[in-house]
Structure formats: structure tokens, C-alpha cells
């Protein structure tokens, strides 16, 4: 769900449900899209970490129709 847009930058709440201790919670997670730089930022920052995209960065490029992921986010480690 789009939050706000600031120019190129477009602000996202994305809705993870999931388990914990046999219940269901409800996160929300904020992702910033930069349309100009086709770039993705978000809170969990699994990609800075890791070299991993997470789920809600994902789901904001579905959203945006964006049908290829950036290659500043495929490492040479995954080619």
C-alpha cells in the first residue's frame, strides 16, 4: 500500500504476517522506491547485510511493474 510520494521517491507499507508463539502478528515494514535510480531502500535492510532482497522489497517492484530486478541487486556471488 503507497504511504506517500515526494517526487521521484514513493514510501510503501508492506504487511508481513506471520507466527509467533502459535499466534499471528501483523508487521508492517516501510520501503522507500526511487523511481529515477530504480533503487529500493527498506527498514529490515536485508540486501546491505546480507546481499539478499527480502520479500517487501519485492512486493513494491510487483507493484510497480517492474518485471526484472535492478542489476545493482543481483551480486556477482548469485551469477
Known sequence: ???KE???TSTYNVQESMVVC???KHVDFVVY???T???VQYMCRLFEFRGIMCAHSLA???RRCI???PSKYILPRWR
Open 67 to 69: 518485471n526484472k530486478v
Open 33 to 35: 522506491f526511487n523511481s
Open 60 to 62: 513494491v517492484l510487483v
Open 6 to 8: 515526494e517526487g521521484p
Open 37 to 39: 535510480e530504480c533503487e
Open 1 to 3: 500500500m503507497i504511504v
Open 22 to 24: 502459535e499466534k499471528m
